[in-house]
């Protein structure tokens, strides 16, 4: 699983367009993250994608400041047609990131179920937000 984290915070050439896939998939982005003391980064949103989507269905999200990028995450998406909550977490290494605005890609991807997992962007969304600092 690991390295399908790690694959969902590297940009790869994808297959065919945001949306083709699903017609009715999306992905959202909340206006508000958090950055916890140690360095922590917590984002969220919200999933829709078909169901019988084949493959493994991921979201992915990516945190943009001024200074820096980083991957923030992953989780398994559930693909029923109903709309889902997503919340990703993680700690990049060297980060100089700080409470602020900030920019957010999150993106639902499906990898085949065969061979090798080649992923399928099925939506992607972007939102400018706010990082504040965690509750203690």
């Keep these: 699983m690991g390295a399908v984290l790690l ?6 050439p994808l297959a ?16 508000v ?7 922590t980064i917590t984002l969220s949103g919200s999933y829709r994608c078909a169901a019988g989507t084949p493959g493994t ?7 943009r400041t001024a200074a820096e990028s980083h991957g923030v995450g992953g989780t398994v998406a559930t693909c029923d ?10 700690r990049p290494e060297q980060s100089s990131v700080t409470s602020g605005p900030a920019h957010v890609d999150a993106t639902l991807l ?3 179920p065969t061979g090798l997992p080649l992923p399928t ?15 203690a």
């Design 121 to 135: 962007v099925l939506a992607a969304g972007a939102q400018d937000i706010d990082l504040r600092p965690a509750a």
């Design 81 to 90: 047609g109903a709309s889902h909550a997503w919340t990703n977490r993680g």
């Design 57 to 63: 269905v991921l979201v992915g999200s990516t945190l």
């Design 110 to 112: 499906s990898l085949s």
């Design 33 to 39: 993250g958090t950055l916890a003391a140690d360095g």
């Design 7 to 12: 694959a969902l915070a590297t940009p790869v």
């Design 16 to 31: 065919g367009p945001a949306g083709a896939a699903g017609g009715g998939d999306s992905v959202t982005v909340d206006q």
